[in-house]
């Protein structure tokens, strides 16, 4: 009996129903990522940090200023008569610096006795969260469950099958194994065992 047109546009069909399932099964079991982490943000918090009359590290005298400056004598006449008589003089006034330091600052005063009464740090804080992707590794071994319909062109019959296969995974691409299982052949009142040896190889 001779394959007509309808036989093998139905095979044809069949076949790549076939290739394409397996493929994408394949791919979303393989290729399918885990996840450690769903998000990555970032937050940033500022901690103020108070300090109060904090002591100078450092002192030095930087130079000498002449001021003048007002003063008033106070004096008294014969008759019991006070007077104030205003005049001025001219005094040194010595210019210091100050150095201020901190875990997280440093800071500089000068003039005539200057102090630092109170200085303020706003701290950065950056906490980050970070979203890690891995590659789940393939399966060293496997046993899958198979079963389907095939079609035999010779005899252009639809023959049942079911059974395993157990399959070794040499790399991302290469996989070998073995399969066996029982099929019915055309006619026949008992299914028939088959066994043997498979490569798989994927593509993409």
Same mark, same amino acid.
């Given at each position: 009996?001779?394959?007509?047109?309808?036989?093998?546009?139905?095979?044809?069909?069949?076949?790549?129903?076939?290739?394409?399932?397996?493929?994408?099964?394949?791919?979303?079991?393989?290729?399918?990522?885990?996840? @450690?982490?769903?998000?990555?943000?970032?937050?940033?918090?500022?901690?103020?940090?108070? &300090?109060?009359?904090?002591?100078?590290?450092?002192?030095?005298?930087?130079?000498?200023?002449? &001021?003048?400056?007002?003063?008033?004598?106070?004096?008294?006449?014969?008759?019991?008569?006070?007077?104030?008589?205003?005049?001025?003089?001219?005094? @040194?006034?010595?210019?210091?610096?100050?150095?201020?330091?901190? @875990? /997280?600052?440093?800071?500089?005063?000068?003039?005539?006795?200057?102090?630092?009464?109170?200085?303020?740090?706003?701290?950065?804080?950056?906490?980050?969260?970070?979203?890690?992707?891995?590659?789940?590794?393939?399966?060293?071994?496997?046993?899958?469950?198979?079963?389907?319909? /095939?079609?035999?062109?010779?005899?252009?019959?639809?023959?049942?099958?079911?059974?395993?296969?157990?399959?070794?995974?040499?790399?991302?691409?290469? &996989? #070998?194994?073995? @399969?066996?299982?029982?099929?019915?052949?055309? #006619?026949?009142?008992?299914?028939?065992?088959?066994?043997?040896?498979?490569?798989?190889?994927?593509? #993409?």
């Amino acid at each position: 009996m001779k394959m007509n047109k309808t036989h093998l546009i139905v095979a044809l069909v069949m076949a790549i129903l076939g290739f394409a399932a397996g493929f994408f099964t394949g791919k979303a079991i393989y290729d399918r990522p885990i996840v @450690e982490s769903v998000s990555r943000d970032t937050l940033v918090i500022f901690d103020t940090i108070p &300090q109060y009359y904090p002591k100078p590290v450092e002192v030095e005298r930087v130079r000498t200023e002449y &001021q003048w400056l007002p003063i008033a004598k106070i004096t008294h006449d014969t008759v019991g008569f006070t007077q104030f008589i205003h005049d001025s003089v001219l005094v @040194e006034v010595p210019i210091t610096s100050k150095h201020y330091h901190g @875990e /997280n600052y440093d800071a500089y005063v000068s003039g005539y006795q200057p102090s630092l009464d109170s200085i303020s740090v706003y701290q950065r804080t950056e906490y980050i969260t970070e979203t890690i992707t891995r590659m789940k590794p393939p399966n060293k071994c496997e046993l899958d469950i198979i079963g389907g319909i /095939n079609y035999a062109t010779g005899s252009q019959h639809w023959l049942p099958y079911a059974g395993g296969e157990l399959m070794l995974n040499r790399d991302k691409r290469l &996989q #070998l194994g073995i @399969e066996g299982g029982i099929l019915k052949e055309p #006619l026949a009142t008992k299914w028939t065992p088959f066994a043997g040896a498979k490569i798989r190889i994927k593509v #993409l």
